[in-house]
Structure formats: structure tokens, C-alpha cells
């Protein structure tokens, strides 16, 4: 985000160690001095399973600080972007979700999430974006991002066969978050993901065409069968209508894969 934006803006970067955005002093501090005009918070907590012991934990990363961020946009007017999750939703659905329907998190990460959604409402203009699956960062290493190691390794390739998600692919987050910026849609609640949906299983499959692998080890898993507490939502595809409708178009999940793998092959 600090790159993309670099180009076209000054800006100026808090990485974790720089600024605890749950203390409030520090963060109103922070901005004061700076007087930005526009906040992106990339921060969040998103061990899902551990929010479930570490609630304090998640509750400062995911609610508390976005609510200091939106308090501090206040007070020197500066529009706030934020990022949420499809784990606000609860999964028990057979279309994809759109902006208006109703939350309903199943586990400590979705509902601290959904939480800092609500709390940014204090900026004076907050775009909350929600994204899922997310993949292509530089140093993180993701769900698609450990499938396709395993993929070209040679090496099983364990894929949910019945979890429905619409992924995101970072560059494509980017892209969309730098046109909000620039053209200041009517705020509010969005869905940043790329367009269409699909199974882990069918996106593993496609990794491994648009890899070159056609003889990769892929073992489906049922996600029943994996016993995850908390439950993941299984239906958890996003509709991107309403930024499409702002002007602000994401590409098809497959098209994303493409450009990612042909980004690895040549890095490697």
C-alpha cells in the first residue's frame, strides 16, 4: 500500500513498532502532528483461531484501535479507510453477500471485527472495505500463497472442498483503495474482492493449470471434516456490485491467479 501510494502521494508509513494504534494517546499524538487527509489502516489481528483466547488482544487491534484512528480523523478531518472481513457474516447462505445484509460473526475475530466497523463511524468520512482470502503480499504467506508452494513443490495440497470464498488479491486491493481515494465515492461499507466466487477446491485446481502442475497432489478436505473452532463461514462469497457501481470495477478471481502465479514464476 506504502509503495502504490508513494507514487502519487506523500506518504507516510507506521509500521508496528512505530505506532501502538490502541493507545490513544499515541495515536491522537501521531496524527495531530501529522495533519494527514486521508488515515489507511492496514493494521488488524487476524489469527482466528487464537482471538479466541486472545480476546483482549484482538478486541485493541480490530475494534479499539480503528475506533482511536476514527477519533483522530475527527479531530483533524481526515477521511479514514478501513479493512473488514467476510467473518462477520455467518456463512449460511447460497448467494453472495452484499454490504446491506445483516452481520452475524460466529467466532471473537468476526465479532471484533465487526465491532471496528462499527466503531469508525466517528471519522468525519470512513470507507470500510471488506476483503476475504486474501493473497499476493509481499512477506505474508497465505492460503493461496502455501497451496501454491505445495502445488510446485510436489507436495499434498489440502484445499477445503466446500468452502465458498471470493478471494482478494492484494494488488487488485491496492488498485481499488487508490481510485477511493482519488474519486471519493459516497462513503461507507464496501466489498473490495475480486469478482465471481468459487471453492478452495476449484482455486487450487486452477492454481495448478496456471502453474503448469497438471500432476499436482490435491487431497480435498470437507470442512466439517477439519473441526475448526471457531466454525468458518462456509458460504462466504462477497458481491463487489456496489464498488463496480461507484465506478470502481475489480477483476475476476482467475485473472488475479494468473497475474500473481506469472508474478512468482518470474521473481523465482
Not at 463461514?233 to 464498488?243: Q, T, V, Y
Amino acid at each position: 500500500m506504502v509503495e502504490r501510494l508513494a507514487g502519487d502521494h506523500d506518504v507516510i508509513g507506521r509500521a508496528h513498532g512505530d505506532l501502538d494504534i490502541t493507545r490513544w494517546r499515541d495515536v491522537s499524538a501521531d496524527i495531530a502532528g501529522i495533519q494527514p487527509t486521508v488515515i489507511i489502516n492496514c493494521a488488524a489481528y487476524n489469527n482466528v483461531n487464537a482471538a479466541e483466547e486472545q480476546v483482549i488482544e484482538a478486541l485493541g487491534a480490530n475494534a479499539w484501535g480503528p475506533g482511536n484512528l476514527a477519533r483522530a480523523a475527527a479531530m483533524t478531518g481526515a477521511t479514514l479507510v478501513h479493512f473488514s472481513t467476510d467473518f462477520v457474516f455467518n456463512g449460511e447462505t447460497t448467494t453472495p453477500y452484499e454490504e446491506a445484509d445483516l452481520p452475524s460473526p460466529q467466532g471473537r475475530y468476526g465479532i471484533s471485527k465487526l465491532l471496528g466497523e462499527w466503531l469508525t463511524a466517528d471519522a468525519p468520512m470512513t470507507y470500510v472495505l471488506r476483503v476475504e482470502s486474501l493473497f499476493g503480499g509481499p512477506r505474508a504467506k497465505s492460503s493461496v500463497d502455501l497451496l501454491l508452494d505445495a502445488i510446485v513443490r510436489g507436495e499434498p495440497a489440502r484445499p477445503f472442498s466446500d468452502r465458498i470464498v471470493s478471494p482478494s488479491y492484494v494488488d487488485d486491493v491496492v488498485t481499488a483503495t487508490m481510485a477511493i481515494v482519488a474519486r471519493r465515492p459516497s462513503p461507507g461499507l464496501y466489498h473490495c474482492v475480486n469478482s465471481g466466487h468459487t471453492t478452495w477446491l476449484a482455486l487450487t485446481q486452477e492454481l495448478a493449470r496456471i502453474a503448469g502442475c497438471p500432476h499436482a497432489r490435491i487431497e480435498p478436505v470437507r470442512l466439517a471434516d477439519a473441526n475448526l473452532r471457531p466454525p468458518r463461514p462456509r458460504f462466504a462469497a462477497l458481491s463487489n456490485a456496489k464498488l463496480t457501481a461507484a465506478g470502481i470495477p475489480m477483476p475476476t478471481w482467475q485473472d488475479a491467479l494468473r497475474r500473481y502465479v506469472t508474478r512468482q514464476q518470474r521473481a523465482s
